[in-house]
């Protein structure tokens, strides 16, 4: 069974820094990665995914992530951090195959300070 | 374009109360899924249905029923509401193909008191 696991439910930087949210998975087969971002008092939207093809993926709002195979990671940056980044960031995990269910892990909140 | 709709979009419930919660769809997807949002939680998988009139548990199924007699609707039932049950209520689906994104309703905010 897949699982996803994102290290630091909090994750506070300073605008104009470097934005890094860890998610490491563990699937028996290899899987779809997900990066979702929800706003407050929203539903959830899709920044970017890893399907097949080149491990680093580009997303909306300047956000990318590297699948490593090696390492069961699939970080997500940005360079440089905005205040209208401040939001909470999902990664979710789809084994190929057939199981149809699509995890999630448990969250980043990401805070922006000006 | 709709997407996917929740109905309704809060709602308040005394203990022991039945309600149902409504998904609709309108992209003609095969998957569609009902989460809940906790705190600290993240979003933890409810029941499933991969197509019209199969439905699956996923991790946190107890107290819940679903039913997808139709293929753009999928329904979530509470029998008897309890406070542990508080939450708020997320709905999304996606086409049959695995690697494709699932998109999200707006979500339903229960209270249950």
């Known amino acids: 069974a897949q699982s996803v696991t994102q290290l630091g439910s909090h994750v506070s930087v300073s605008e104009g820094a470097l934005v890094l949210l860890r998610c490491n998975y563990s699937?028996?087969?290899?899987?779809?990665l997900f990066w979702y971002v929800q706003y407050p008092n929203q539903g959830l939207q899709l920044l970017l995914k890893?399907?097949?093809?080149?491990?680093l993926v580009k997303g909306i709002n300047g956000f990318e992530a590297e699948f490593k195979k090696s390492e069961t990671s699939f970080h997500l940056t940005k360079p440089s951090a905005h205040m209208s980044d401040a939001a909470e960031y999902f990664c979710?995990?789809?084994?190929?195959?057939?199981?149809?269910?699509?995890?999630f892990g448990k969250g980043t909140k990401l805070t922006v300070n000006p | 374009n709709a997407g996917v709709t929740q109905t309704p979009k809060f709602r308040v419930l005394k203990t022991g109360q039945s309600m149902t919660l409504l998904c609709a769809q309108d992209?003609?997807?095969?998957?569609m899924y009902w989460y809940r949002q906790d705190p600290g939680m993240g979003l933890r998988l409810i029941h499933y249905?991969?197509?019209?009139?199969?439905?699956a548990k996923g991790e946190v199924p107890d107290g819940y029923n679903v039913s997808r007699l139709k293929k753009q609707n999928f329904l979530l039932g509470l029998e008897s509401a309890a406070p542990s049950q508080t939450s708020v209520y997320f709905c999304?689906?996606?086409?049959?193909?695995?690697?494709?994104?699932?998109?999200f309703g707006q979500g339903t905010r229960l209270t249950v008191v």
């Open positions: 999304a689906s996606s086409p049959y193909t695995e690697n494709t994104e699932a998109f």
């Open positions: 699937s028996s087969v290899p899987p779809y």
């Open positions: 890893y399907t097949t093809g080149a491990t």
């Open positions: 979710a995990v789809i084994a190929q195959g057939g199981s149809e269910k699509l995890v």
């Open positions: 992209m003609n997807h095969e998957y």
């Open positions: 249905s991969v197509g019209e009139g199969t439905t």
